[in-house]
């Protein structure tokens, strides 16, 4: 038994569901999964091999389904595919799914969960630490088209998340800084100076800690991250109001940065140099001032992250700028989430200066 307690996030929807949160709770499935006669486990091949054996221990009327690997997995086909197994199998209304992996397997399981049968129960059970801050947590299901990014998907609320942090010690450094990003933007999405969730805090005491994946801060940091996302979620869960759309904070650069893929940045380093523009363009307009402009830059820094475009890597603001107006929460021009007087906000349209200005301040030249 590990001596890390686990702790339980509460997503107040209607119905309600918790994120369990710390090493080794994979093995509490079963309290989740209840009577439910069969449960489908959907996987990739180097997860199931690692982590399938402890579901079936407590999960006995459990049957593994593989998908590929990748982001090029999440299709239509690979959901036609799944559903097509789950009836060969016997799979109805009243089973359960359980999605164990990153977020190509959760947006994958959870979105053929959405439609099989017209909607089955599906458990979600993250694998990196991007899926556990962030995807698994808020229903938000889908795959790609060749046209798009999860251009075909539904809200499907699951049953619950089981967030085992002893699956974070395998990751690749790759895999664990795709989430650090997600770390850093809910560290300032939140009020950094009040820290009511005790993110900025838990950074700069244990900064070191969450880098080396201390088991311990490590299921302090994504419970923390996780209360945040769940709050967000339960006040805005059909992204309606606009609440929602904050968790996109830093988003709009690290899109277009990972869209150029002119370099290998991870999601977390494209939304590191996102956040660190938003806070410079916030600047730009006078909506913050220098103190937060540090604040950005010295939080995306703790993690590891870079806080400007690596050198030498040709691409220009017209560019960037062009794919930015592409970004499918953006309504025709330019629209960003900043932070101001009021928290974050949308802002349309800001003038092309500012823009130019807070580009080259993370290293992009026009
Ligand atoms: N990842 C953004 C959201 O769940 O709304």
Same mark, same amino acid.
């Given at each position: 038994m590990s001596a890390i307690a686990s702790r339980r996030v509460p997503v *107040?929807?209607?119905p309600p569901y918790d994120i369990v949160v710390g090493?080794?709770?994979?093995?509490?499935a079963a309290a989740l999964i209840g009577d439910r006669r069969r449960v489908a486990v959907v996987s990739q091949a180097a997860i199931a091999d690692r982590y399938a054996e402890t579901l079936a221990n407590v999960l006995p009327t459990s049957e593994i389904f593989l998908i590929d690997d990748?982001?090029?997995?999440?299709?239509l086909a690979t959901v036609e595919s799944l559903a097509r197994r789950f009836a060969r199998w016997g799979l109805l209304r009243d089973d359960a799914v359980v999605a164990l992996g990153g977020g190509v397997v959760g947006d994958v399981a959870g979105f053929t969960a959405a439609s099989y049968h017209r909607g089955v129960d599906v458990l979600q059970a993250p694998t990196t630490l991007l899926a556990m801050v962030d995807?698994?947590?808020?229903g938000k299901t889908g795959v790609n088209l060749a046209e798009g990014k999860n251009l075909v998907g539904a809200f499907h609320q699951p049953i619950g998340v089981l967030?085992?942090?002893?699956?974070?010690?395998?990751?690749?450094e790759r895999e664990y800084r795709s989430g650090l990003g997600e770390v850093a933007k809910y560290a300032l999405m939140d009020?950094?100076?009040?820290?009511p969730s005790g993110i900025v805090d838990l950074l700069r005491l244990h900064g070191g800690a969450v880098l080396e994946r201390d088991p311990g801060v490590l299921a302090d940091l994504v419970t923390r991250c996780a209360t945040i996302k769940a709050d967000v979620v339960a006040s805005d869960p059909m992204e309606h109001t606009g609440i929602r759309a904050?968790?996109?904070?830093?988003h709009t650069l690290a899109h277009a940065l990972e869209t150029a893929g002119a370099y290998s940045l991870t999601h977390g380093e494209a939304v590191g140099i996102g956040l660190i523009f938003a806070s410079r363009l916030a600047e730009a307009l006078k909506r913050i001032g220098d103190d937060a402009v540090d604040r950005h830059r010295a939080i995306v820094a703790a993690l590891g992250l870079p806080i400007e475009v690596p050198g030498?890597?040709?691409?220009?603001a017209d560019t960037l700028v062009r794919l930015m107006q592409r970004d499918?929460?953006? *309504?025709?021009g330019l629209t960003f989430v900043l932070a101001g007087p009021n928290g974050l906000e949308r802002v349309d349209d800001p003038p092309a200066s500012a823009v130019e200005r807070a580009l080259a301040a993370v290293g992009v030249g026009s």
């Open positions: *107040r929807l209607e090493p080794d709770v994979l093995r509490d990748g982001e090029d997995a999440k299709n995807a698994a947590i808020g967030a085992d942090t002893t699956t974070l010690a395998t990751l690749s009020d950094v100076v009040a820290d904050t968790l996109n904070y830093g030498g890597v040709g691409l220009d499918k929460k953006a *309504r025709g």
